[in-house]
Nanobody
Framework: QVQLVESGGGLVQAGGSLKLSCAASGRPFSTYSKGWFRQAPGKEREFVAA????????SYADSAKGRFTISRDNAKNTVYLQMNSLKPEDTAVYYCAAVFRGLPTMDRDYTHWGQGTQVTVSS
């Protein structure tokens, strides 16, 4: 059974940093593109960042550019989201997702999802 498990969320002060991890198990996801999305209370889920299976191409939402970095370690079947200079508006549940190919920014294009990890940024 396919499984994506996020970790690394928590409570941090504005200006701080967090590094999220998403570990894949159940099948070889090393050749899948991976994405990070987030959903704040009362809002729709939105794209944050994505990375191809080689790590050679990445895509970021405007809100993440310059502050967040997506990376992956295929040997560990894990994708990361380093988040720096966090703001209260970054508060959300962060989800990891996987898709066989491409670098989509729409959540409907992803086929596998994790359960999410809460990130709370205090002012």
């Amino acid at each position: 059974q396919v499984q994506l498990v996020e970790s690394g969320g928590g409570l941090v002060q504005a200006g701080g940093s967090l590094k999220l991890s998403c570990a894949a198990s159940g099948r070889p996801f090393s050749t899948y593109s991976k994405g990070w999305f987030r959903q704040a209370p009362g809002k729709e889920r939105e794209f944050v960042a994505a990375i191809t299976w080689t790590g050679g191409s990445t895509s970021y939402a405007d809100s993440a550019k310059g502050r967040f970095t997506i990376s992956r370690d295929n040997a560990k079947n894990t994708v990361y989201l380093q988040m720096n200079s966090l703001k209260p508006e970054d508060t959300a549940v962060y989800y990891c997702a996987a898709v066989f190919r491409g670098l989509p920014t729409m959540d409907r294009d992803y086929t596998h999802w994790g359960q999410g990890t809460q990130v709370t940024v205090s002012s």
